[in-house]
């Protein structure tokens, strides 16, 4: 019998995040939501656990078809005992690769039991040209569904079933690509408001100035971009440019359809 519901989600741009609250409101059950950051991992949140009477919704964005690296470190703090699961990623209309199966596997190993799993399409962190606006009303409409379905069969579900759980995704996982120090610039139009440096979920941007920003800390997840009232933070880089470029050439269209799995 499930007593309650805890999301766990990272999510700079705030679609996973919509995704994984969005699912968890097909529950009428008390909720708590754990929104990661490396800032918190520092602070509080330091060891989280979970037992078998709680369902817990994991959710993160797909970086480079991997779940993004610096969270691994985060995961070791996070332990389930045989706790049921649903299993969450969102991914800019490209592809989500292995980070589903990643994910799986990451929190089966930590006494989770994955009961569903979702691939889910939110804006292209880099770009408002690529699934603009997405996750849509469909999408949002999708999660609450997949919700209600999951509710239905919880009651069903023996840990033999659960454990059966099959989702997209090939051994070994998309290798992880080597970038070089990338991080944003700040433009005159910088009012010091400082939202960048209190979105930024590794501490890269300084909180006394907020144009000194620490590129090896930057995970380029463009947070700061998206949050910034006068669009004074911005990536100047070539590659960055080469690659958003790219994405709008070949990933604006055909938009890409929610894949779930139970
Ligand atoms: C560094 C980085 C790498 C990304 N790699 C991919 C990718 O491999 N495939 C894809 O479709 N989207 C990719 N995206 C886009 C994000 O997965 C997508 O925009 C997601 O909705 C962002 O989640 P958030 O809003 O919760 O931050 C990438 C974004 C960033 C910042």
Redesign the pocket.
Known sequence: MIKKISTL?????????KITKQISKAFNLPKSHFNLSLKKLRTKHQNLSFNSDELVIIGV?????RIPAFLEEYFSKIMGNNTPAIFIV????????DALLELKELFEKRGFIGIAAGAF??????TSRV?TNRPDIDDLAKAFIFGKNIKKRLGLISEMDASSLKVKGNYPYKERIAVPLISPETTEACKSCGICAEVCPTEAISFTDFNTIKAEDC?????CVKNCPEEAKIFTHDMIRNITQKLITN?SLPKKEVELFM
């Not at 969102?90 to 690769?97: A, H, L």
């Not at 995970?219 to 947070?223: D, M, V």
């Open positions: 989600f990272f999510s700079p741009t705030g679609t996973t995040s964005p797909v970086y480079a078809g969102v991914y800019g209309n490209r592809d989500y690769d399409i939110g804006e292209h962190s880099y699934a995970i380029r997840c463009h947070s990933f």
